[in-house]
């Protein structure tokens, strides 16, 4: 019973985790757009500060979703695919989560953008 709880919090915690990657590279594409090498160096401050706050969350949080997928995997079939299947959702759960995986591939993506001009604010 207990484990059955740890599944079901690693499972919330893993899409949590999601969702913060996600919401973070939105967040700092927007910032980032309105940050150029011809800005401010207040400017260009708040958005390094802000960038390396930012890329310390998306880490740990695409750390979690490596490490918290591994149990979730292991219990798919006992917490998420069986339920789903008696609801009749199955190709909603696979749907889901080929929506996720897309939306984390793409924030790595776009942190990799970012990266790249965080390299030529801090260069200028």
């Given at each position: 019973m207990?484990?059955g709880?740890?599944?079901?919090?690693?499972?919330?915690?893993?899409?949590?985790?999601?969702?913060?990657?996600?919401?973070?590279?939105?967040?700092?594409?927007?910032?980032?757009?309105?940050?150029?090498?011809?800005?401010?160096?207040?400017?260009?401050?708040f958005?390094?500060?802000?960038?390396?706050?930012?890329?310390?969350?998306?880490?740990?949080?695409?750390?979690?979703?490596?490490?918290?997928?591994?149990?979730?995997?292991?219990?798919?079939?006992?917490?998420?695919?069986?339920?789903?299947?008696?609801?009749?959702?199955?190709?909603?759960?696979?749907?889901?989560?080929?929506?996720?995986?897309?939306?984390?591939?793409?924030?790595?993506?776009?942190?990799?953008?970012?990266?790249?001009?965080?390299?030529?604010?801090?260069?200028?």
């Amino acid at each position: 019973m207990v484990l059955g709880y740890l599944i079901i919090l690693n499972n919330y915690l893993h899409d949590v985790a999601t969702a913060m990657v996600i919401s973070l590279t939105l967040l700092m594409t927007y910032i980032g757009r309105q940050v150029d090498a011809g800005s401010p160096p207040e400017q260009k401050e708040f958005f390094l500060r802000i960038y390396r706050y930012f890329s310390r969350l998306a880490l740990f949080s695409l750390v979690w979703i490596l490490a918290g997928g591994i149990p979730r995997a292991l219990a798919f079939n006992s917490y998420e695919l069986l339920p789903a299947a008696q609801k009749g959702i199955v190709p909603v759960l696979i749907f889901k989560h080929i929506i996720l995986f897309g939306l984390v591939f793409a924030g790595i993506l776009l942190w990799r953008r970012i990266n790249h001009k965080v390299k030529r604010i801090t260069v200028n």
